[in-house]
């Protein structure tokens, strides 16, 4: 079993940046490929990131990639988003999940863990 835990969310203005972290129970965190998901009331939770369990492979969407950054650090069994520029069409609840077999992935269906989300919401 796997919990994930995020925090870091809140209110920025337009352009400011924040990080996220996901904390992640487990002794076997290294193993894991993870991934970053968000979701805005009415709409489906859309893919933001991954990571390769090394760290060494990421994946972006293409409406982050240049301002956001997944990295991971296993001593630690944490995952962060550093999150930059950041606009208003970036608000949303941000949830990390991970993935115990396969590679990486940009469908949420592909993770079976997830975290109980995090609210961020850029001001315009």
């Known amino acids: 079993q796997v919990q994930l835990v995020e925090s870091g969310g809140g209110l920025v203005h337009t352009g400011g940046s924040l990080r996220l972290s996901c904390a992640a129970s487990?002794?076997?965190?290294?193993?894991?490929?993870m991934g970053w998901f968000r979701q805005d009331p009415g709409k489906e939770r859309e893919f933001v990131a991954a990571?390769?369990?090394?760290?060494?492979?990421?994946k972006y969407a293409d409406s982050v990639k240049g301002r956001f950054t997944i990295s991971r650090d296993n001593a630690k069994n944490m995952l962060y988003l550093q999150m930059t520029s950041l606009k208003p069409e970036d608000t949303a609840v941000y949830y990390c999940?991970?993935?115990?077999?396969?590679?990486?992935?940009?469908?949420?269906?592909?993770?079976?863990?997830w975290g109980q989300g995090t609210q961020v919401t850029v001001s315009s």
């Open positions: 487990g002794r076997t965190f290294s193993s894991y490929y």
């Open positions: 990571i390769s369990w090394s760290g060494l492979s990421t």
């Open positions: 999940a991970a993935r115990t077999v396969g590679t990486l992935s940009v469908y949420r269906y592909d993770y079976a863990y």
